[in-house]
């Protein structure tokens, strides 16, 4: 499984950008959910967002809930992230991952065991 994340960039605050996570290999079923992580220089890995494969309601961190959205086209094997009103604390490198929910808890990188090589995003102040 091959999990391709794109759509990063350099974006003045305020600005928008959507990412991209297309899965090729394998197809995922309910069972699975995907997820947006994203890591800054110097700090751990963090949750951002994510949703079951199959639909339904995503989850979000509390900064970025009114302003990210995540959606999915299962006929095109892909999943976004739109990001709007992006703040310079949003700048890191944004990875995106797939898991089944028996992994664990939805914003817990362990919870998910394939990912994509990562997006950079640059938010300018």
């Known amino acids: 499984v091959q999990l391709q994340a794109s759509g990063g960039g350099l974006v003045q605050a305020g600005g928008s950008l959507r990412l991209s996570c297309t899965a090729s290999?394998?197809?995922?079923?309910?069972?699975?959910?995907m997820g947006w992580f994203r890591q800054a220089p110097g700090k751990e890995r963090e949750f951002v967002a994510a949703?079951?494969?199959?639909?339904?309601?995503?989850n979000y961190r509390d900064d970025v809930k009114d302003r990210f959205t995540m959606s999915r086209d299962l006929a095109k094997n892909t999943v976004y992230l739109q990001m709007n009103s992006l703040k310079s604390d949003d700048t890191a490198v944004y990875y995106c991952?797939?898991?089944?929910?028996?992994?664990?808890?939805?914003?817990?990188?362990?919870?998910?065991?394939?990912w994509g090589q990562g997006t950079q995003v640059t938010v300018s102040s």
């Open positions: 991952a797939a898991g089944r929910y028996s992994y664990g808890h939805y914003s817990f990188t362990r919870s998910y065991n394939y």
């Open positions: 290999g394998r197809t995922f079923d309910e069972n699975y959910r």
């Open positions: 949703s079951a494969w199959s639909g339904g309601t995503p």
